[in-house]
T-cell receptor
Framework: QQQVKQSPQSLIVQKGGISIINCAYENTAFDYFPWYQQFPGKGPALLIAIRPDVSEKKEGRFTISFNKSAKQFSLHIMDSQPGDSATYFCATGSGAGSYQLTFGKGTKLSVIP | DVKVTQSSRYLVKRTGEKVFLECVQDMDHENMFWYRQDPGLGLRLIYFSYDVKMKEKGDIPEGYSVSREKKERFSLILESASTNQTSMYLC???????????????FGSGTRLTVV
């Protein structure tokens, strides 16, 4: 089983600060790198995703940075808000007939006022 | 609004009982998945199915089985529930051509199972 290593396990950020969550992967065949957001009592939902042909993707306050040579990608949440408090999972996927995503272990983000 | 529906939000079962967790999706997706989620361990794949009557073992299939008789429904079965199967169980679906496009997996809200 290919691993995706996610860090930190938990993160506390003050309102207005920047939250950064990192993931590292092993398999260079991966070509899809999504982040999922999970609120308590809910299932994970797709937040943002990137393919390896770009180094950065931004959607509102959320940005994925991708470093193909280092096999790492990260989620940056700018101007973090208490409503961003959730568990975040990175994942990796490979096309060409593969049906599965491999998930990191998750990061619990708490944004304090 | 497309969705994945899990039949129960909370279940309490006794050790040794046979437990059925049901999942239904209305998106005509080919692929369906069962994960369990435990603190510090993330999402661990139990079983998945890429077609009706087809199933594949995931990373932790021991103690579980699945059934997919119809495209929209994927059931997880705990043959003889044990306390170490107390967990949050999440069902997900995705279309065959995708898991890797925007949209990827759609998850249900989960079933929190407690085995006593």
């Amino acid at each position: 089983q290919q691993q995706v290593k996610q860090s930190p396990q938990s993160l506390i950020v003050q309102k207005g600060g920047i939250s950064i969550i990192n993931c590292a992967y092993e398999n260079t065949a991966f070509d899809y790198f999504p982040w999922y957001q999970q609120f308590p009592g809910k299932g994970p939902a797709l937040l943002i995703a990137i393919r390896p042909d770009v180094s950065e993707k931004k959607e509102g306050r959320f940005t994925i940075s991708f470093n193909k040579s280092a096999k790492q990608f990260s989620l940056h949440i700018m101007d973090s808000q208490p409503g961003d408090s959730a568990t975040y999972f990175c994942a990796t996927g490979s096309g060409a007939g593969s049906y599965q995503l491999t998930f990191g272990k998750g990061t619990k983000l708490s944004v304090i006022p | 609004d497309v969705k994945v529906t899990q039949s129960s939000r909370y279940l309490v079962k006794r050790t040794g009982e046979k437990v059925f967790l049901e999942c239904v999706q209305d998106m005509d997706h080919e692929n369906m998945f069962w994960y369990r989620q435990d603190p510090g361990l993330g999402l661990r794949l139990i079983y998945f199915s890429y077609d009706v009557k087809m199933k594949e073992k995931g990373d932790i299939p021991e103690g579980y089985s699945v059934s997919r008789e119809k495209k929209e429904r994927f059931s997880l079965i705990l043959e003889s529930a044990s306390t170490n199967q107390t967990s949050m169980y999440l069902c997900a679906s995705s279309p065959t051509t995708v898991p890797t496009q925007v949209g990827g997996y759609t998850f249900g809200s989960g079933t929190r199972l407690t085995v006593v």
